[in-house]
């Protein structure tokens, strides 16, 4: 029983030997190999470790930092000014605060992993859209950002996790306001995309059944547009991984380096994926496009159609071939 690291990329494989003899079990008659591909278990195991790492090295940092300013209060509390102790108070508070989020994004992120199924219903997403926004307003006044939301006049009724979609929004909006500067314009669209749909089930059973598909069913397409600092090529490919922090070299805002990993996951959920663009000092856009319950329906409607359309294909040509 061996195990070995193969090719380029390495792939794990496990290799047993074992001999295989006859009934008696006293002549060999051979050796059975057998050859099972273990990459994926290690390289899953390879990820739980280094999460684990991640996370108890996140939780370290801010835990010490209370632990020693709690600890100089309460061991030299009669010796230090009151002007001293309020930054001390001050400093293991935020670091509580720190410590909350981190554990909070640690939660979400595992409870999606492990919800294998999620609750999609019809949902409107304009009340979604402007919540996110109201929340976020004082906090636009305060940096001094202009938010604008661009909607189509009637949004169409999208298939989705209400929570799961207040969630994504609210991480992408609160990054486009964390890291944009003072005057700077923030913007939510969301219009339906593309806006030229037509599939139509070839009904010539002489043909083999097929659909002829101009463009893809149409979804709801949402952006989110921030003029702020935008992100390099080089981190571009790599903030969404988890803990990935621009401003552990460049600059010091708040965050846990998770938010986006979290958007990702919940997009995927969605059968969806999420893009990005962006240009340092210009502002990043990130968008998403959701499926339509309506689409959704066409979508149904249409294989039940193709089935049909197999169906008649099928007789037919066993019918043919009877014949013959
Ligand atoms: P955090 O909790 O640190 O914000 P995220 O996973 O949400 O973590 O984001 C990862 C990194 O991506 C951030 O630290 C930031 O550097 C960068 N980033 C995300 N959104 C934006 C944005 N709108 N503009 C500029 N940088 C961004």
């Excluded at 390289?43 to 940092?61: D, G, K, Y």
């Amino acid at each position: 029983d061996l195990r070995c690291s193969l090719g380029e990329p390495p792939r794990t494989l496990r290799i047993v030997l074992q001999s295989v003899r006859d009934s008696s079990g006293e002549m060999l008659k051979g050796i059975a190999v057998t050859v099972q591909d273990l990459t994926r278990e290690v390289e899953l195991n390879a990820a739980q470790s280094r999460f684990i790492s991640n996370v108890s090295h996140e939780l370290r940092t801010p835990l010490s930092n209370i632990k020693s300013y709690v600890e100089t209060l309460y061991e030299l509390g009669d010796k230090i000014s009151n002007e001293e102790k309020n930054d001390f108070l001050g400093i293991a508070n935020s670091e509580t605060d720190r410590l909350t989020r981190l554990v909070n994004d640690v939660l979400d992120l595992s409870r999606l992993e492990s919800r294998k199924e999620i609750q999609f219903k019809a949902m409107d997403l304009r009340p979604a859209l402007e919540q996110t926004l109201r929340n976020y307003k004082l906090n636009a006044q305060d940096k001094n950002v202009n938010l604008e939301m661009d909607l189509e006049e009637t949004l169409p009724t999208i298939l989705g996790n209400w929570d799961l979609i207040l969630q994504v929004l609210d991480n992408l909006v609160g990054n486009g306001l964390k890291f944009s500067s003072k005057g700077g314009k923030l913007k939510l669209s969301a219009y339906t995309w593309p806006d030229i749909c037509r599939t139509s089930p070839i009904k010539d059973i002489h043909s083999a059944p097929h659909c002829e598909l101009v463009s893809p069913l149409p979804r709801l397409r949402i952006e989110i547009a921030d003029n702020g600092c935008g992100i390099t090529d080089a981190d571009q490919q790599r903030i969404f991984e988890r803990f990935y922090r621009v401003e552990n070299s460049v600059h010091t805002e708040v965050g846990t380096g998770l938010g986006l990993s979290i958007v990702k996951g919940i997009i995927e959920k969605h059968g969806s994926r999420i893009f990005m663009a962006s240009e340092p000092n210009i502002g990043t856009t990130f968008w998403f496009d959701l499926p339509l319950e309506q689409a959704d329906a066409d979508e149904l409607r249409l294989q039940a159609e193709r089935r049909e359309d197999d169906r008649i294909w099928n007789s037919l040509t066993s019918k043919l071939e009877i014949n013959n």
